[in-house]
């Protein structure tokens, strides 16, 4: 219904529709109180996405200009554009903000703070108050980390690694560590608050096999940050103390251990790497299953392979130091666990393949996304087998291999959920449509540039380009102008969604309540949702995803008779006006 | 999917019979009534939550999670203990003989006693005894001001000796006598600053989770004594006792580990 008017929008002089049928409700969170205290101080979760939305897309941006600079830097072997430092230190900045300000808070903070409560049927999280207190302590942190790394800036690269961060590093190493300390704390409280929420506020009948799958892999994701975090935590407390104060916990001089400032910090930063991937597999189990119109395959397995890969991500640090002086006993057993984290993995990709067979599919702009993060996700995650193998691992470690490995998780796993989450959920979360041609055009841009920029990197990193430098071996360059080349359509892709998503607010058609023609409960109410998100308590009776071709069929039928009581509406209206018309030129 | 219908707590609350004052906010708490921002606290129920039993739930598991939390941001500086423990368990017996063994024991019974009076505070918010609730948080916070003021003596006889890493390190300057039994033990003065380090690094966190439950404590005394905590909302002061017992039990961790080995010899055997 709602999505053929889409695809085919009336021709011109023809009343739209869909716009009589649906109208955008007269009270939702958005309009219902205005002023800058009632955003500022608002305990609602879903106007504290909003929030997290603004800052987070300004924080993407600062990142991507790092970014921007590093490609720009690298058209050139000999680094005409930075001085060797500042290259240094826009690649850290890249990093800290990349990972710490957007992947990390990304999917859970913006889409999962509107969607949790939503999709258990609740009013709202179970702490209302520490959620916005996580947001402030977000602003203050990613506010403190970002005027470090760009008045001064910071050399360490985004890992701290001590002594260089400790004793010879340049710059504000300690002021970003506060940064990145507040911003764990606010990861904290978001994951904590799920837990509850999830565990303790779910509508009646909705039990845990009734959950969707979104929800299971946010509270895998909740668990990483509740029990990861405050590792990174004291390790950031223990450098700041070291590079402060000259307590020096990891300093070699006094017989400390660099190494054990590693495994702290991957400790908690290899399961970060789930923290940012865990929620877009979560945003792809419910856009594969609403556009195959199929119920997710294999619905248990999903659900568990979720906290298979929260349990098995916290084994498996020690692959980040197979070229240190970790003992090769302990080398290979983190190697065989990392080879273990490939299971869960690849029951989720097989079972949403496996969704799309006999799947009616229907190629929407968030499917497109979708579609690219299998792909994109199964070649990171096959290269990733190569860096769990200790002996392929330590050729290609600290090469352009690992740069192309975690970018294909990072940007081409993570950010394309984000993606697909934006616009799957956007009409949910503003009532209107965006341009769905726009849309497919930039979801389609953003994996071709994508693949230029990085997958020339795993070549140039498989022949031996080192990782961090300004400069470059000239026989490289022409793998490093493809990337660049692809850098540049990564950015158009970018800002395309940006322009058109802020058109669509003023001037999109409205949405109505489930434009997908999804399952999920947050479907269920007006979108814009209402303060309390339901205007009655839904009570739940089946599991989600109940796609089938008969409630496709009730439902198509179901929209013809909206839309033939539409048409008679404005028929009926029609003649009315008409027949005023008349009576007023009669002067009656 | 979804058959809506009326709101109606859930099913089996039913079963549970409530008691008079949540019955009362539970009605008054009924999602179509109108609200101010919707989540200021009127009584002891929160507009989000269905019934008091839900909120009681959500409020516990949400502070064991936190303690979960400070588990593991304390097992960091646990791991870095056992790590330079195992490889210099000689400068570990040097620099823990170096504490005050009676400061230290006086100080975890003070914070055992804090415990006790903290589960007697509990006890008393439960059967509304506000007189007593307010004695006994009073008692609490002033016992946990006390363990500071004992760890600040010791601290600063630290700082006067020369023990303090960073700040103020000489004790091996003026007693040289005492190089030659660390060189027989094959370890250096640089090493038994790496057991100040870890020390100061425990103990300072430790420190400063008491000025956080100083500071809760004396503002719950403030509340209690306002009566806050009767009509059964007394359940604030149950979260904080779980803090509070947090901090106890992680000295209790922390007394034997740090000032305890001293007595225990590396090289086989005790004394």
Not at chain 1, 85 to 91: E, S, V
Not at chain 1, 203 to 217: D, K, V
Not at chain 1, 451 to 480: D, S, V, W
Not at chain 1, 508 to 534: D, H, K
Request: proline share 6%; glycine share 8%.
């Amino acid at each position: 219904m709602r999505t053929d008017a889409i695809e085919q929008p009336p021709p011109p002089g023809k009343p739209d529709v869909t716009s009589v049928a649906y109208e955008i409700p007269r009270e939702h969170y958005l309009n219902r109180d205005y002023g800058w205290k009632s955003w500022l101080f608002t305990l609602d979760h879903k106007r504290i996405a909003i929030l997290y939305l603004f800052s987070i897309t300004f924080m993407f941006f600062l990142g991507g200009m790092a970014a921007t600079l590093i490609r720009l830097n690298l058209i050139t072997p000999n680094s005409h554009l930075l001085r060797p430092q500042t290259y240094n230190k826009m690649f850290s900045a890249h990093g800290i903000i990349m990972v710490f300000f957007f992947l990390i808070p990304s999917i859970p903070a913006v889409f999962g703070n509107f969607l949790v409560p939503m999709m258990l049927g609740a009013k709202d999280l179970a702490f209302p108050k520490l959620n916005l207190l996580s947001w402030y302590l977000y602003m203050l942190g990613s506010l403190i980390g970002i005027g470090a790394v760009t008045f001064g800036g910071v050399d360490t690269g985004w890992t701290f690694y001590a002594p260089l961060s400790t004793q010879y590093a340049y710059g504000n190493v300690a002021i970003t560590i506060v940064g990145a300390f507040l911003a764990g704390f606010s990861s904290i409280l978001t994951g904590l608050n799920f837990i509850v929420t999830i565990h303790k506020m779910r509508a009646p009948g909705l039990t845990w096999f009734r959950l969707p799958l979104f929800i299971w892999s946010m509270y895998a994701t909740s668990i990483i940050q509740v029990l990861g975090t405050p590792v990174l935590a004291i390790t950031l407390l223990a450098l700041f103390a070291e590079r402060v104060f000259h307590l020096g916990i990891f300093d070699p001089k006094m017989g400390g251990d660099p190494i054990l400032m590693q495994h702290l910090f991957w400790f908690y930063s290899h399961p970060a790497v789930y923290i940012m991937v865990l929620p877009s597999m979560a945003v792809v189990s419910e856009v594969i299953a609403c556009f195959s119109r199929r119920p997710v395959f294999g619905y248990r397995f999903v659900a568990f392979s979720s906290l298979a890969i929260a349990v098995i991500g916290f084994l498996v640090w020690g692959h980040h130091m197979f070229s240190t002086t970790q003992s090769p006993y302990a080398s290979m057993i983190f190697s065989f666990l990392s080879f273990l984290v490939a299971i869960p993995s690849g029951i989720k990709v097989f079972n949403w393949t496996a969704t799309l067979y006999k799947g009616s599919i229907r190629l929407t702009t968030p499917m497109l996304y979708c579609l690219g993060f299998i792909g994109l996700f199964a070649v990171g995650g096959l290269t990733g087998m190569h860096l769990a193998a200790v002996a392929s691992d330590i050729h290609l470690t600290d090469t352009y291999f690992i740069v192309a490995h975690f970018h294909y998780i990072m940007v081409g796993g993570a950010t394309m959920g984000y993606m697909a989450a934006m616009h799957f959920w956007w009409p949910k979360i503003t009532g209107r449509m965006y341009n769905e041609s726009l849309g497919r055009a930039a979801a389609i841009l953003l994996f071709v540039g994508f693949n230029l920029t990085f997958f020339p990197q795993f070549i140039a990193g498989y022949e031996g380009m080192p990782r961090r430098y300004a400069t470059y071996a000239p026989e490289y360059q022409f793998l490093n102008i493809m990337s660049s080349a692809g850098a540049s359509i990564l950015a158009v892709a970018f800002l395309l969604p940006f322009i058109y998503l802020i058109w669509s607010l003023k001037r999109g058609p409205i949405a109505g309540p489930n434009p997908w023609r999804a399952t999920g409960l947050e479907w269920q109410t007006a979108s814009p949702p209402p303060w309390y998100n339901f205007d009655v308590v839904p009570i739940v009776t089946q599991g989600p995803y109940a796609y089938s071709p008969e409630a496709d069929e009730l439902a198509d039928a179901q929209a013809d008779m909206t839309r033939a009581q539409v048409e008679y509406e404005l028929t009926r209206r029609e003649i009315e006006g008409h027949h005023q018309k008349e009576d007023s030129t009669r002067g009656v | 999917m979804v058959s809506e219908t009326q709101n109606t707590p859930d099913p089996n609350a039913a079963s549970v019979p409530a008691p008079a004052v949540e019955a009362a906010s539970l009605t008054a708490h009924a999602p179509d009534a109108p609200h101010g921002d919707g989540h200021e606290s009127h009584g002891p129920l929160h507009h989000h939550f269905d019934d008091m039993e839900q909120q009681r739930e959500s409020n516990t598991l949400g502070m064991w999670l936190f303690l979960g939390t400070e588990a593991m941001m304390f097992g960091g500086l646990f791991l870095a203990y056992s790590l330079y423990r195992w490889m210099y368990p000689w400068a570990f017996h040097e620099g823990s003989s170096h504490l005050n063994i009676t400061l230290g024991t006086i100080n975890t019974f003070v914070l055992l006693f804090s415990s006790l009076t903290m589960a007697l505070a509990v006890r008393c918010a439960g059967i509304k005894d506000r007189k007593w609730l307010v004695r006994f948080l009073i008692l609490t916070w002033i016992l946990g001001a006390a363990f500071l003021i004992v760890k600040g003596f010791e601290w600063t006889a630290d700082y006067h000796e020369g023990l303090v890493p960073g700040m103020n390190w000489f004790y091996y300057n003026e007693h040289p006598a005492a190089l030659p039994r660390l060189a027989e033990h094959g370890i250096s003065q640089q090493n038994v600053m790496m057991y100040f380090v870890v020390y100061f690094c425990m103990t300072g966190l430790h420190a400063a989770h008491m000025i956080v439950g100083l500071a809760l404590v004396g503002w719950f005394t403030f509340l209690a004594a306002k009566g806050r905590f009767g009509g059964g909302n007394d359940q604030p002061v149950e979260i904080l006792g779980l803090y509070w017992h947090l901090i106890d039990i992680i000295w209790i961790f922390l007394f034997p580990l740090l000032y305890l080995i001293a007595g225990f010899h590396p090289g086989g055997g005790g004394h």
